[in-house]
């Protein structure tokens, strides 16, 4: 797995969950205004609550596309090879015995990849692994706030 796939299939997941936001946001608009949904007393709330719903999808979509847009401008220096745990940096660690991968991205954080069986979590630099784990090298240990304990096994 390199990179390029990590990043790739990362803006197409996102691409597939905007595409998913901006239908639901529409459909929760065109139930807002349809006519049946127009309130029979001034208890019913349907309307009004299908429009909030609306809104945050619409929300949720501005989200993904900001995330897609923040990739795609960082994606030269992303995809750069890097020597310690950096911006961009694809990296393998070991906590006890079990290996986990993550991928440390301006945006997206917390989207989950899956390539060649392995999942790469992506992570951003304010999340607490991101946090404890940058400017480490290969063969660097760390403990994280939890307590766990892992080191660096590879850095691509």
Known sequence: MTKEEVL??????LRSEFEGAVAASQDAADYA???????ESQWDTQG???SYLAAGQAGQA???AEAIQTLEQHR???LAPKTSVVLGALIACDFSGSREHFF????AGGQVVTLDG???????PQSPIAATILGKHKNDAFTLANGASGSVLEIH
């Open 8 to 13: 790739s299939e990362l803006i197409r997941l």
């Open 104 to 107: 440390i991205a301006p945006a």
């Open 48 to 50: 009004l609550e299908a």
């Open 62 to 64: 501005r989200q993904w």
């Open 33 to 39: 205004t349809n006519e049946e949904s127009r309130a």
């Open 76 to 78: 030269p220096d992303l």
């Open 118 to 124: 392995h999942e790469i979590t992506v992570v951003t």
